[in-house]
């Protein structure tokens, strides 16, 4: 059966998305759809393009997300990533901080629909891989009804691909881009309610999805779930994607096998100067909810940061759990 290919992502996250942390993720799921931390089209332009927007040839299927306003900038900045190799261009139309307003986007342009289209038609113009939007249902006082539909149809007739919805508002006003993530109500239905305006477009919903029952309920309603914070928190969860939603094996039995799997990995990074917590500071959910984590996360924490630390510190954490679990099965 074929799946559509945006059944399930992992979000893209500022300071956290970054490629260690897709590597790890690809470790744990074949078919994850994994999105940068949000690079914008200047940096892209200008920066230092190794660091901002270089990845690994393992890491595919990976969307690089551009944040900006600017039509030219962006189809430029999209260029240069399908250059490079990635598989989806998505633009940034919910992100609330200030810094990013300050730039004239990010979620501020739910109020410009016509000027998110111009910049989709810009983007589309240039590259051959499918351009999307991740976008919010309205920002401060617009009506979700009248904003999203405005929003969907301005980038769908500019040749937008693909809908990723946070199913919520931002408040532009007076709450923190943290704030911003868990204060606006939810509302599933509105995004539900687009998908039937718009069947033959792939929607995804995105926002406060925290299991895989949660997304199979999803599902049905529409074509794709993004998880953000959940995925990352507890990345166990990724080990399943594959059987649950995909009906295929498991990369790795469990998550001993994946970390182990992951040591060459990360050799390889500590090999060329890198730091062991660049990359194990993505796996501290790693383990949660299971006896031993606590202690693995505290090692990890403590003794990863070290500049000299190595796999062995790794492998120390990970003895944390199984020593436990050994300890609790000789209880039970
Ligand atoms: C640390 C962090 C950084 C984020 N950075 C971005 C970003 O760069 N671009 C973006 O579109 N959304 C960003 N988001 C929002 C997420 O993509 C997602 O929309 C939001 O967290 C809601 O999904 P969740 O409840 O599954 O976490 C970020 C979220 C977090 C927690």
New binding site residues.
């Given amino acids: 059966m074929a799946f559509h290919e945006h059944r399930f992502s992992v979000?893209?996250?500022?300071?956290?998305s970054d490629r260690h942390c897709r590597a790890f993720h690809r470790l744990l799921s074949r078919r994850a759809r994994l999105y940068t931390?949000?690079v914008t089209a200047n940096a892209v332009i200008f920066g230092d393009r190794d660091r901002l927007i270089g990845f690994g040839e393992d890491e595919h299927p990976v969307a690089v997300?551009l944040g900006g306003s600017d039509p030219d900038a962006l189809a430029q900045a999209a260029a240069i990533c399908a250059d490079r190799g990635y598989d989806e261009i998505n633009l940034?139309v919910?992100?609330p901080s200030d810094r990013v307003q300050g730039g004239n986007f990010g979620a501020c342009l739910m109020r410009d629909p016509e000027l998110v289209a111009a910049c989709v038609a810009a983007m589309k113009a240039r590259v051959d891989i499918p351009v999307t939007v991740?976008c919010r249902i309205g920002v401060d006082d617009q009506d979700p009804e009248v904003a999203l539909d405005r929003l969907a149809d301005a980038v769908l007739a500019a040749g937008a691909d693909a809908l990723v919805v946070?199913a919520r508002k931002a408040w532009l006003e007076g709450l923190s881009p943290k704030e911003n993530?868990d204060i606006p109500p939810l509302d599933y239905d509105r995004v539900h309610r687009l998908k039937r305006r718009l069947p033959g477009v792939p929607v995804s919903i995105?926002?406060?999805?925290g299991s895989l029952d949660e997304v199979e309920a999803q599902l049905r309603h529409v074509d794709g779930a993004?998880?953000?914070?959940?995925a990352y928190q507890q990345p166990e969860l990724l080990l399943e994607v594959d059987a649950r939603l995909f009906g295929e094996a498991p990369p790795h039995a469990d998550a001993f096998a994946a970390v182990e799997a992951f040591e060459p990995y990360i050799g390889a990074h500590l090999a060329a100067g890198g730091r062991l917590h660049d990359v194990t500071r993505h796996m501290l959910g790693l383990f949660t909810g299971r006896p031993g984590a606590r202690a693995y996360r505290r090692r990890l924490a403590m003794e990863g940061v070290r500049p000299e630390a190595g796999l062995a510190v790794l492998r120390a954490a990970v003895d944390e759990v199984r020593r436990a679990e050994e300890r609790r099965s000789l209880v039970a």
């Fill in positions: 979000a893209p996250m500022m300071d956290w931390e949000m997300q940034n919910g992100c991740k946070h993530r995105n926002g406060g999805i993004m998880l953000g914070r959940a």
